[in-house]
């Protein structure tokens, strides 16, 4: 079966530390993977995608992310986080046969940023 | 900000009743799907929309139906509403294939009493 893993609920760091939010994923082929990030009262705001290629693509504000797919694995980074990063962050993996956009997201986990 | 709008906000029903959700694509996107987020989940993809066709479906019951419209705007209906329906419903539009980012609304809270 398809699915995403993020194994941590909650990750803390302090502000002007490296930041790594953790994604793990099972599926067959060659997965379209990608990252969102979701303040409260609003909805999912695209970060980063990896379709083909390099495997560290680097997405918006400063985030970046590293594909290894002998891990089957697609962590989130940033090198210096800001107190502003502090969110629920979601891993999601697409690109199924079929045709059509389907995503199947990771249950989330919530970075909080400490100054 | 992306350009995709929900309506309404927020929405509270009683169980057994029908509800209607709506989403306005950003401008040029031909492709819009929609999710169900339960609290404390990641999204669940519920079906999507393209050119006014559904084209693909999650494992949600036939309860669940939408609309596409020539404008390309969308509505989630769901009737007989069940507690468990209780969750945030997000719509996301896009212009491309399973490659392309997906643009995602800020949702409409569902409340079953």
């Known amino acids: 079966a398809q699915s995403v893993a993020q194994p941590e609920d909650q990750v803390n760091v302090a502000e002007g530390n490296p930041l790594t939010v953790k994604c793990t994923y099972s599926?067959?082929?060659?997965?379209?993977l990608f990252w969102y990030v979701q303040y409260p009262n609003r909805g999912l705001q695209f970060l980063l995608k990896y379709i083909t290629g390099d495997n560290l693509v680097k997405g918006s504000y400063g985030f970046e992310a590293e594909f290894n797919k002998s891990q089957t694995s697609f962590h989130l980074k940033k090198p210096s986080a800001l107190v502003s990063d502090s969110a629920l962050y979601f891993c999601a993996v697409g690109g199924f046969s079929g045709g059509y956009n389907k995503l199947i997201f990771g249950a989330g986990t919530r970075l909080a940023v400490h100054p | 900000e992306t350009g995709v709008t929900q309506s309404p906000t927020h929405l509270i029903k009683t169980r057994g009743q029908q509800v209607t959700l709506r989403c306005s694509s950003q401008?040029?996107?031909?492709?819009v799907s929609w999710y169900q987020q339960a609290l404390g989940q990641g999204p669940q993809f519920i079906f999507q929309?393209?050119?006014?066709?559904?084209?693909g479906r999650g494992n949600f019951p036939p309860r669940f139906s939408g609309l596409q419209f020539p404008n390309y705007s969308s509505e989630l209906n769901v009737n007989a509403l069940e507690l468990d329906d209780s969750a945030l419903y997000l719509c996301a539009s896009t212009t491309g294939g399973s490659s392309y980012e997906q643009y995602f609304g800020p949702g409409t809270r569902l409340t079953v009493t």
């Open positions: 929309y393209y050119r006014e066709e559904e084209n």
């Open positions: 401008s040029g996107h031909n492709t």
């Open positions: 599926v067959s082929g060659n997965p379209y």
